[in-house]
Nanobody, 121 residues
Framework: QVQLAESGGDLVQPGGSLRLSCAASGNIFSINGMGWYRQAPGSPRELVAWFTDAGNTYYAPSVTGRFTISRDNANNAVYLQMNSLKPEDTAVYYC???????????????WGKGTLVTVSS
């Protein structure tokens, strides 16, 4: 049906930057909210940043001022620019989207497979 493909995860030193990308493809009528979660080893998955269909954004307090989410509606894509990375940002980052498959259908949740970000010297 719908696939979310993330890219951009890598090993980076503390203080460095990375840009994550996520592109949605498949049977898409429209996308509501789209954003990023992360999960560190031994921790629950947490919301990092979210971009609503109305153009509003939300950031977790731990990343506010360092991360910036952006969205390309024409290409069903969302990006996460991560600056001033810290070791505690190390996690698998997952793309998530609320997707409508048909005009009058409710939005369904779709997830990517994740991309690993490791912040270490």
């Amino acid at each position: 049906q719908v696939q979310l493909a993330e890219s951009g995860g890598d090993l980076v030193q503390p203080g460095g930057s990375l840009r994550l990308s996520c592109a949605a493809s498949g049977n898409i009528f429209s996308i509501n909210g789209m954003g990023w979660y992360r999960q560190a080893p031994g921790s629950p998955r947490e919301l990092v940043a979210w971009f609503t269909d109305a153009g509003n954004t939300y950031y977790a307090p731990s990343v506010t001022g360092r991360f910036t989410i952006s969205r390309d509606n024409a290409n069903n894509a969302v990006y996460l620019q991560m600056n001033s990375l810290k070791p505690e940002d190390t996690a698998v980052y997952y793309c998530h989207a609320g997707v409508r498959l048909e005009k009058d259908s409710p939005a369904l949740d779709f997830w990517g497979k994740g991309t690993l970000v490791t912040v270490s010297s």
